[in-house]
């Protein structure tokens, strides 16, 4: 290679490490509890969308704007398809977020911790990311509105990644109503919720709910995401948006997903169930478990929080830590099969003993 190879990147850019996604270990003898995805298979329905997909069609363009899941989810809501714009997954849809509401003179808001793309997504685009401290139980502070007042875009997660608390929902409405600049509502994981706030949409022009298939639906591999928002909001980003931003494929199994109510809900229910034996079974051990609303739980080991990772991993069970000051104590586990869960709880039993002693 020429060695004589200067930067060529905008010098931001070239100073910036970029988001860090959780590890994907080769497939094979490992418990992947590290990045939310779902332990279960995609709906029956998907396989079949598949095996009747004619592949001869890809030799053509997608439709450009997803238009049968745009007409079939908006009905399941009360909304209508120019309420929606759907995506190549969330990421792709909050990059188009920023990318329309801010730049060097419009800054980012976001909440610290939560999910950890929003400030790389403000550095990629020139912003100034405004990163507003949740309180010490992780809830939205008092002065939040103040806090973010000079900001154009607010990313909420709700429930919160890492976090995995739901903000009550008078809080988020008292911000959908008075922040100056657009909200985002990213529910990924509010399937697993006991309240999303879909239904905001409807009352604030400036507020955007979005949803992913990537963990109630166990889509995470397709790519498939939708929003929701006022019409004047969604043709702005039809406009920012790659032509193309979602396959063929990806429209197509994503609707099949969406028709099976019935698979997604028996999902959910065995996520929540695992969920409550997972977290019952940690706080047995000594763990301190927060409340969850999702698919993953925010935890305190009773001993170092790097080393139960480090441990976890030699023995192929991958969950995530976050070195950061306000997440360091704590580890996120991915709520799996109950195998999974049981041979996470065996090696957790074996670490502690190994690491008290030592
Ligand atoms: C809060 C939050 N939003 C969005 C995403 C990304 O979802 P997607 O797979 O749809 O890009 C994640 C993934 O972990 C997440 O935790």
Do not use: W
């Not at 976001?110 to 790389?120: G, M, Q």
């Amino acid at each position: 290679m020429n060695n004589n190879y200067v930067s060529y990147f905008r010098p931001d850019i070239e100073a910036m490490s970029g988001y860090a996604p959780g590890e994907q270990p080769k497939a094979g003898k490992v418990i992947k509890l590290n990045t939310n995805e779902s332990p279960f298979p995609p709906s029956p329905m998907v396989r079949k969308a598949l095996d009747e997909f004619n592949t001869d069609l890809l030799r053509l363009y997608p439709n450009p704007v997803s238009a049968d899941f745009r007409a079939e989810v908006s009905a399941m809501y009360g909304y209508t398809a120019d309420n929606i714009i759907t995506g190549n997954g969330s990421d792709d849809l909050l990059t188009i977020l920023t990318r329309c509401f801010s730049d060097a003179s419009h800054p980012v808001a976001c909440f610290d911790p939560s999910y950890s793309l929003y400030p790389t997504l403000a550095e990629l685009q020139g912003a100034e990311c405004i990163k507003i401290p949740l309180t010490e139980d992780f809830d939205i502070p008092e002065n939040v509105l103040e806090q973010a007042e000079r900001a154009n875009l607010f990313f909420i997660a709700c429930p919160n990644a890492p976090t995995g608390n739901r903000f009550a929902r008078e809080k988020l409405e008292k911000i959908c109503a008075n922040f100056k600049g657009i909200v985002v509502l990213d529910e990924a994981y509010a399937d697993f919720a006991e309240q999303n706030c879909i239904d905001m949409v409807r009352k604030y022009a400036n507020t955007v709910v979005t949803r992913t298939f990537s963990k109630s639906r166990s889509l995470a591999g397709l790519r498939f995401s939708y929003a929701v928002a006022h019409p004047k909001l969604i043709e702005g980003m039809m406009k920012m948006k790659d032509s193309y931003n979602v396959s063929m494929l990806a429209q197509k199994l994503a609707l099949a997903s969406l028709r099976d109510m019935e698979y997604f809900n028996d999902s959910v229910e065995k996520i929540k169930q695992n969920r409550k034996l997972l977290a019952e079974k940690l706080a047995e051990l000594g763990f301190t478990v927060l409340p969850s609303e999702t698919n993953f739980l925010f935890v305190i080991p009773p001993v170092n929080a790097a080393d139960y990772f480090n441990a976890l991993k030699k023995r192929n069970i991958f969950i995530r830590y976050f070195a950061m000051e306000r997440t360091c104590r704590y580890v996120r586990i991915t709520v799996g099969t109950q195998e999974e869960i049981e041979a996470l709880l065996q090696a957790t039993v074996e670490i502690l003993k190994e690491l008290s002693v030592s």
